[in-house]
């Protein structure tokens, strides 16, 4: 039986993982969050913190794609005249603000080149992307009805970044019932201190947050159920 070794929990945490019924989300994996002279290097932030999680994350959407599970993409932009940017999203470091010029575009808005997937994680055609101008994809896009029309039940979740959009979707799809596993060193944080007070807080007792596993243990998982099928 297809189990994933959790902590606090196993995921699922009842019978065995189904890979019909669930979905790998790869959250923001955008050049402008994990590529030189992308939106985050340009904030200051250290590129190789957010460039660690590319190649585990790569291992197991080549492990999800074996085994059938529905892989969806998320990607975060605006649009060129930021009229669906959050109030509270303005500003930013001096000229780095979102929307603001630099060597691959404007920041995080739509049809930029650092708004697009880096190439290491691109979609396959059959991929879904949901484009969100929110952290979390559930609040503006069509996700939701997505999950439902595929019944979809349980989700692992990787991307960018752990303390932001990673753990905005966790929230949502807990609340919509969705049995979540954050893939711990397939996430990072623009610092150490950011990214572990997140994963703290999934690894709270009795998986209020869902729960947390690494990658090669999903990576298992995965080759477990595909030779059950």
């Not at 955008?30 to 590529?35: E, L, N, S, T």
């Not at 595929?150 to 959009?165: N, Q």
């Amino acid at each position: 039986m297809s189990v994933v070794a959790g902590v606090p929990l196993p995921f699922p945490q009842r019978g065995a993982l189904e890979p019909s019924r669930t979905a790998l989300l790869v959250i923001d994996m955008q050049r402008d969050f994990c590529a030189e002279n992308g939106y985050m290097h340009r904030l200051g932030v250290d590129l190789e913190r957010l460039k660690q999680p590319v190649e585990p994350i790569r291992r197991v959407l080549g492990a999800a794609r074996r085994c059938g599970l529905t892989i969806m993409h998320t990607r975060e932009g605006y649009a060129p005249d930021l009229s669906d940017l959050q109030p509270w999203k303005v500003g930013g470091a001096a000229n780095e603000a979102i929307g603001s010029t630099g060597p691959l575009g404007r920041a995080l808005v739509r049809g930029e080149e650092g708004w697009n997937i880096i190439d290491e994680l691109a979609p396959s055609p059959s991929e879904d992307v949901f484009d969100k101008a929110s952290y979390g994809v559930f609040a503006t896009t069509a996700i939701d009805a997505d999950f439902r029309a595929r019944d979809i039940r349980a989700a692992i979740l990787v991307g960018l970044t752990t303390d932001c959009c990673v753990t905005s979707t966790l929230r949502e799809a807990l609340d919509r019932g969705i049995e979540c596993v954050v893939v711990e060193d397939c996430t990072a944080a623009a610092s150490q201190r950011r990214h572990d007070a997140a994963i703290d807080l999934i690894r709270s007792s009795g998986g209020v947050f869902g729960t947390l596993a690494k990658s090669d243990d999903v990576i298992e998982a995965l080759g477990t159920a595909h030779r059950e099928r």
